[in-house]
């Protein structure tokens, strides 16, 4: 019988038959080795079902993530403290200390891949899947960049360094001009490059970009014909293209007009009226609905602090020398707000509304978050406007090394995405973004992309796309839009309406 089995057995069972029988002549501790064996082994094999089985599952949690997570939500700004407290996100964060940080993580991502500055279209949303366009949502928008293609020369992108008010200060520091295309005034790079504003190419992108993100109105950067900023050429001949390139994707533009030199209630008065005479017919041209049903321009007025209260009352009071009001050119006068004693000098100066304009938390008081509510009830009382500004970060560090103190850390989003929570907290007319392209001051929501040349290592958007900020305005505008209409109701800014 022993035999018969034997030898129908497979080879396995004779080996485990073989096996048994010489394991009953082995001692005690070699049995004890061979059962530990196989229990290791069984051990193993279950082990390695069970991590099968993890992983399996996690990757089906992973493929029935909804297709609108393509960057990711931040913790829901709603679960955050009260806006109203103070909230510098920059508080417990030492500007100096995240900028090496940015700048090392961005040197060990380039170490390991090769940068290409090209144009990318791929994430950009269809028309279809967008939402309206937003006309309570302005961007600030400059047109000061050149390159020798079309400028003969490079503008802004060359920007020089900026010495400190304190020669004691200035002397820690390097001199000198930037050194385009490598070399650019930012410590950020365009996806476009070192582009020109008069590139016909650029101004339709930028006009797409805007439009991706619904934001309704830009808010150009304008200067009097033949006049400049220090470090720029005059500009007002771009107007016309900006005009028609924002009207092919509904887009509106109002003006914001720049200090320029000797700006006073008299040549204010003449150059409020050539810009209405020169573009207010075009079907572009910016107007906002007041309560009385007038469709009025909307002019951004930045550094009106440094002009005299009565010299604007001259132009903005109906009573006043030079007053446009009740005429032709009547128009929405929007001072800005940086100390908090500049109040009643707008009140004084007859202006019909408040903007913030600086992305710095903290910088100033009107900049900063926690004093919007009380700035809200202020226009409140005396019928006036309130239009914050809100930004994705700052660093001026290429211009201004000197200013670490006032970089502002974007935080992947987060910083700009605190910034709209408080705007939309309280209630305002209307919601301005600094900016679109204020690319020296580390602003711009435009597309940058990642870039190493030499010694400098710019920051970029990493880990998320180039279009983040565009897709963070697109989200954080429909939120608007919707939350504005409901609030709106109770208050007399019902009757006031962009006209479209």
């Given at each position: 019988m022993w035999k018969y089995l034997k030898k129908n057995k497979t080879r396995e069972d004779n080996v485990n038959y073989m096996t048994s029988e010489k394991a009953k002549h082995l001692p005690f501790w070699s049995l004890k080795d061979d059962i530990m064996a196989k229990f290791r082994r069984r051990t193993c094999f279950i082990l390695s079902l069970f991590i099968l089985f993890i992983f399996s599952l996690m990757m089906g949690l992973k493929m029935l993530r909804p297709?609108?997570?393509?960057?990711?939500?931040?913790?829901?700004?709603?679960?955050?403290?009260?806006?109203?407290?103070?909230?510098?996100?920059?508080?417990?964060?030492?500007?100096?200390?995240?900028?090496?940080i940015s700048s090392k993580t961005n040197i060990k991502n380039l170490k390991t891949e090769e940068i290409t500055v090209k144009a990318s279209v791929a994430s950009e949303a269809?028309?279809?899947?967008?939402?309206?366009?937003?006309?309570?949502?302005?961007?600030?928008?400059?047109?000061?960049?050149?390159?020798?293609?079309?400028?003969?020369?490079?503008?802004?992108?060359?920007?020089?360094v900026l010495s400190h008010w304190d020669p004691r200060i200035t002397k820690k520091y390097p001199k000198g001009k930037h050194n385009p295309p490598d070399d650019i005034g930012s410590r950020f790079y365009p996806e476009l490059g070192s582009y020109s504003s008069r590139d016909p190419s650029v101004i339709e992108t930028h006009m797409k970009q805007m439009y991706s993100a619904s934001i309704g109105v830009l808010a150009l950067s304008w200067y009097p014909p033949d006049l400049n900023d220090e470090n720029g050429e005059p500009t007002d001949n771009l107007v016309p293209t900006i005009l028609d390139k924002a009207h092919k994707y509904n887009l509106?533009?109002?003006?914001?007009?720049?200090?320029?030199?000797?700006?006073?209630?008299?040549?204010?008065?003449?150059?409020?009226?050539?810009?209405?005479?020169?573009y207010g017919n075009h079907p572009a041209f910016y107007r906002y609905k007041t309560k009385n049903g007038n469709a009025l321009p909307m002019f951004y007025i930045y550094d009106s602090y440094i002009t005299a209260s009565q010299k604007w009352a001259n132009l903005l009071t109906s009573s006043g020398s030079q007053s446009i009001r009740n005429s032709p050119y009547d128009a929405l006068f929007i001072a800005l707000l940086v100390d908090k004693k500049h109040r009643y000098g707008i009140l004084r100066g007859g202006f019909d509304g408040i903007y913030t304009y600086f992305a710095t938390n903290g910088f100033t008081y009107g900049s900063s978050y926690e004093n919007w509510a009380k700035i809200k009830y202020f226009c409140d009382q005396f019928d006036l406007m309130f239009i914050p500004s809100v930004g994705p970060g700052y660093?001026?560090?290429?211009?201004?090394p000197w200013n670490s103190h006032n970089t502002r850390n974007r935080i992947n989003g987060k910083y700009y995405e605190t910034a709209l929570s408080a705007a939309l907290q309280a209630h305002p007319s209307i919601i301005s973004i600094t900016s679109f392209n204020e690319w020296h001051e580390g602003t711009q929501i435009e597309r940058a992309v990642p870039k190493r040349t030499g010694n400098i290592v710019y920051l970029d958007y990493r880990p998320h796309k180039p279009s983040l900020y565009l897709e963070l305005t697109r989200k954080w505008s429909e939120k608007y839009r919707k939350?504005?209409?409901?609030?709106?109701?109770?208050h007399q800014e019902l009757s006031r309406q962009p006209v479209s």
């Amino acid at each position: 019988m022993w035999k018969y089995l034997k030898k129908n057995k497979t080879r396995e069972d004779n080996v485990n038959y073989m096996t048994s029988e010489k394991a009953k002549h082995l001692p005690f501790w070699s049995l004890k080795d061979d059962i530990m064996a196989k229990f290791r082994r069984r051990t193993c094999f279950i082990l390695s079902l069970f991590i099968l089985f993890i992983f399996s599952l996690m990757m089906g949690l992973k493929m029935l993530r909804p297709n609108k997570a393509a960057f990711g939500d931040p913790f829901e700004l709603e679960l955050l403290p009260e806006i109203r407290q103070r909230t510098h996100l920059t508080k417990g964060f030492d500007s100096q200390k995240s900028d090496k940080i940015s700048s090392k993580t961005n040197i060990k991502n380039l170490k390991t891949e090769e940068i290409t500055v090209k144009a990318s279209v791929a994430s950009e949303a269809h028309p279809e899947q967008l939402p309206p366009l937003n006309y309570y949502l302005h961007v600030f928008y400059y047109s000061w960049y050149g390159n020798p293609q079309f400028d003969g020369k490079y503008i802004h992108w060359d920007h020089p360094v900026l010495s400190h008010w304190d020669p004691r200060i200035t002397k820690k520091y390097p001199k000198g001009k930037h050194n385009p295309p490598d070399d650019i005034g930012s410590r950020f790079y365009p996806e476009l490059g070192s582009y020109s504003s008069r590139d016909p190419s650029v101004i339709e992108t930028h006009m797409k970009q805007m439009y991706s993100a619904s934001i309704g109105v830009l808010a150009l950067s304008w200067y009097p014909p033949d006049l400049n900023d220090e470090n720029g050429e005059p500009t007002d001949n771009l107007v016309p293209t900006i005009l028609d390139k924002a009207h092919k994707y509904n887009l509106k533009v109002t003006f914001h007009i720049e200090p320029y030199k000797n700006r006073d209630d008299k040549n204010m008065y003449k150059n409020v009226k050539y810009i209405i005479d020169k573009y207010g017919n075009h079907p572009a041209f910016y107007r906002y609905k007041t309560k009385n049903g007038n469709a009025l321009p909307m002019f951004y007025i930045y550094d009106s602090y440094i002009t005299a209260s009565q010299k604007w009352a001259n132009l903005l009071t109906s009573s006043g020398s030079q007053s446009i009001r009740n005429s032709p050119y009547d128009a929405l006068f929007i001072a800005l707000l940086v100390d908090k004693k500049h109040r009643y000098g707008i009140l004084r100066g007859g202006f019909d509304g408040i903007y913030t304009y600086f992305a710095t938390n903290g910088f100033t008081y009107g900049s900063s978050y926690e004093n919007w509510a009380k700035i809200k009830y202020f226009c409140d009382q005396f019928d006036l406007m309130f239009i914050p500004s809100v930004g994705p970060g700052y660093i001026d560090t290429s211009i201004r090394p000197w200013n670490s103190h006032n970089t502002r850390n974007r935080i992947n989003g987060k910083y700009y995405e605190t910034a709209l929570s408080a705007a939309l907290q309280a209630h305002p007319s209307i919601i301005s973004i600094t900016s679109f392209n204020e690319w020296h001051e580390g602003t711009q929501i435009e597309r940058a992309v990642p870039k190493r040349t030499g010694n400098i290592v710019y920051l970029d958007y990493r880990p998320h796309k180039p279009s983040l900020y565009l897709e963070l305005t697109r989200k954080w505008s429909e939120k608007y839009r919707k939350e504005r209409a409901i609030y709106a109701l109770g208050h007399q800014e019902l009757s006031r309406q962009p006209v479209s």
